[in-house]
């Protein structure tokens, strides 16, 4: 994690000191060949940190032997017990039961504390991968769904309990699907 952290902050530091060079010399023409490095080392350092999470997830995978499913987007699902209600569409009111996981098995957030999770399917302010996890599901059911940081709350986290680049880890229970 240090050297992630270090990564990171390497980085910042590179687009930080290149930002006060053209502030400095705001009428001076910046060598593109200069943007198309910065740009490459971005995109690296991105990729090193995307395969560094599916690499953590793998691993939770396993130690848990979870059988999870994976979507095209980076998140991963399994559907542990199958309810007989309606479909999740967007569009509609769903009311979940949840708790809410870290990849170090530390409980984060859960309805028993925080009250259940009311929100409108695709309408909402809820991370994109709860939202795409709760899309496959439907009234009854109960599952786990892994959520990636780029699914999740990204690089600022909550702003509360959810640190930068966590990647979520939810138990599901649909209750209502209005």
């Given at each position: 994690?240090?050297l ?19 502030q ?18 971005l ?30 987007t ?71 769904a ?33």
């Amino acid at each position: 994690m240090k050297l992630v952290r270090n990564l990171i902050v390497l980085l910042l530091a590179l687009v930080w000191c290149s930002c006060q060079e053209q502030q400095q010399n705001p009428n001076s023409k910046q060598d593109p060949s200069s943007d198309t490095q910065v740009k490459e080392s971005l995109e690296k350092a991105n990729r090193y940190l995307v395969n560094e999470e599916e690499e953590e997830i793998d691993n939770y995978v396993r130690r848990h032997q979870l059988e999870m499913v994976s979507t095209g987007t980076g998140l991963r699902y399994q559907v542990i017990e199958e309810g007989k209600g309606k479909p999740v569409e967007p569009g509609k009111m769903v009311t979940l039961d949840y708790v809410l996981y870290d990849l170090t098995g530390d409980v984060v957030y859960t309805s028993e504390t925080e009250g259940p999770m009311h929100f409108v399917v695709s309408k909402s302010e809820v991370p994109s991968g709860l939202d795409e996890a709760v899309r496959l599901l439907r009234e009854g059911d109960c599952a786990w769904a892994i959520v990636p940081s780029h699914l999740g709350y990204g690089i600022l986290g909550d702003q509360k309990s959810v640190p930068s680049r966590a990647t979520l880890i939810y138990l599901l229970k649909v209750k209502k699907v209005e």
